[in-house]
T-cell receptor, first 113, second 114 residues
Framework: SQQGEEDPQALSIQEGENATMNCSYK?????LQWYRQNSGRGLVHLIL?????REKHSGRLRVTLDTSKKSSSLLITASRAADTASYFC?????????????FGEGTQLTVNP | GAGVSQSPRYKVAKRGQDVALRCDPI?????LFWYQQALGQGPEFLTY????????KSGLPSDRFFAERPEGSVSTLKIQRTQQEDSAVYLC????????????FGSGTRLTVV
């Protein structure tokens, strides 16, 4: 079963707008990761936030983590058509990289030019 | 290589046929994972290798699924007597065995069983 659940399932916005996607999870985590998947391609690692961090930035991406609510959000600012993709949150079973990731169902983002 | 390479990119198999899917991880990556992704769904864990040792195969759906990584680099996922429900994209990922690192995924093999 999926640990992470993203919402919304689908999001359609205009180029230049901000996009916010949310992820909820059920068990305790050491870190939470966000991935992007373009249609027909593999997943690309975007950002990792540790359980002792509340916010993290990378370029136009901003991730927040609220461990008390077991939720995370991914904000993409000033969106571009090239940001159109599915976005997944994932949590590892343990802290090390030798740990299976559990993915959510994903949010399909469409950025209209 | 620069990334994780998977082959073939697409595979059409007749029901009952055996298939073998290959994954070339990034050189030096200790950890290797296989995931199965159904259309419109998130990836589901199948199995995990650390070097040549298969440490977790709890996600393999049946004994028709078998994975190996004999020399700790290239891995093969084999599916015997394929069935229609095996149709999915099979993703391979590798990573350094370091804390807090993300995973590098290949583009996947899309398997269609007819």
């Amino acid at each position: 079963s999926q640990q992470g659940e993203e919402d919304p399932q689908a999001l359609s916005i205009q180029e230049g707008e901000n996009a916010t996607m949310n992820c909820s999870y059920k068990t305790s985590i050491n870190n939470l990761q966000w991935y992007r998947q373009n249609s027909g391609r593999g997943l690309v690692h975007l950002i990792l936030i540790r359980s002792n961090e509340r916010e993290k930035h990378s370029g136009r991406l901003r991730v927040t983590l609220d461990t008390s609510k077991k939720s995370s959000s991914l904000l993409i600012t000033a969106s571009r058509a090239a940001d159109t993709a599915s976005y997944f949150c994932a949590t590892p079973k343990t802290e090390t990289s030798g740990s299976r990731l559990t993915f959510g169902e994903g949010t399909q983002l469409t950025v209209n030019p | 290589g620069a990334g994780v390479s998977q082959s073939p990119r697409y595979k059409v198999a007749k029901r009952g046929q055996d298939v073998a899917l290959r994954c070339d991880p990034i050189s030096g990556h200790v950890s290797l994972f296989w995931y199965q992704q159904a259309l419109g769904q998130g990836p589901e864990f199948l199995t995990y290798f650390q070097n040549e040792a298969q440490l977790d195969k709890s996600g393999l759906p049946s004994d028709r699924f078998f994975a190996e990584r004999p020399e700790g680099s290239v891995s093969t996922l084999k599916i015997q007597r394929t069935q229609q429900e095996d149709s999915a994209v099979y993703l391979c990922a590798s990573s350094l065995a370091l804390r807090g690192h993300g995973y590098t995924f290949g583009s996947g093999t899309r398997l269609t069983v007819v």
